[in-house]
């Protein structure tokens, strides 16, 4: 079973989204937080595997709470994020906060099972929007020097490491980068924590948006 906490302000949703992944099978529903200020206790007490945040919470908002979460490395819980809102700005805010995943709220029943599964098994689960939003931001370029700061940064990566991280930037899952580089499904993800690790990162979210800020620098 795939253990998830809810974090939302609004109880009629947290109902609505118990009830929804109820319904999935293999997903169970273990906490509930009313703001972002009870989200790390309630991690701490439930050990979610999944944590679906609102962005716009009293007390502490969803942002604040996913990067209070990200603090705690590798043991802290992939977060979604699921919201009303769909600005670009607010997608890539999110990303680098440590979030995994950014989905809206009225998105299809099916597309927040699938993101609570892909997020469980550490793969990024973003709605068509907010994948748009993070491919225009790359777009953009690095400006003020971002470019040139992501580049120096991944110089500490070692090569199958930079090429992992290249491969992520693409949006390949790990059986895809292995295929494409001769490598086992356990040695990319060997790869991908150590680079992780190196950079500071929390997931390969974060480590798309580095890899896409660096190849500005050489366009």
Known sequence: MIRVLLADDDPLVRTGLRL?????????????AANGAEVGDAAR????????????????????????????????????????????GLVVSAMRAGAAGY???????????????????????????????????AAAGGG??????????????????????????ESLSNSEIGARLHLSVGTVKAHLS???TKLGLDNRVQLALLAHDARSARS
């Open 45 to 88: 007490r439930h050990s979610p595997d999944v944590v679906l945040m609102d962005l716009r919470m009293p007390v502490l908002d969803g942002l604040a709470a996913t990067r209070a979460l990200a603090r705690g490395g590798a043991d802290a819980p992939p977060v979604i994020v699921l919201t009303t809102f769909d600005e670009p």
């Open 194 to 196: 150590s680079a992780l």
């Open 20 to 32: 929804l992944l109820r319904g999935a099978g293999d997903i169970e529903v273990v906490g509930e």
């Open 103 to 137: 989905l809206l709220k009225h998105a299809e029943p099916a597309e927040i099972v699938a993101a609570v599964r892909l997020a469980a098994r550490g793969e990024p689960a973003l709605s068509p929007a907010a994948a748009r939003a993070l491919m225009a931001h």
């Open 144 to 169: 003020d020097g971002r470019a040139e700061r992501a580049r120096r940064r991944l110089a500490l990566l070692s090569d199958r490491e930079r090429a992992v991280a290249e491969a992520v930037a």
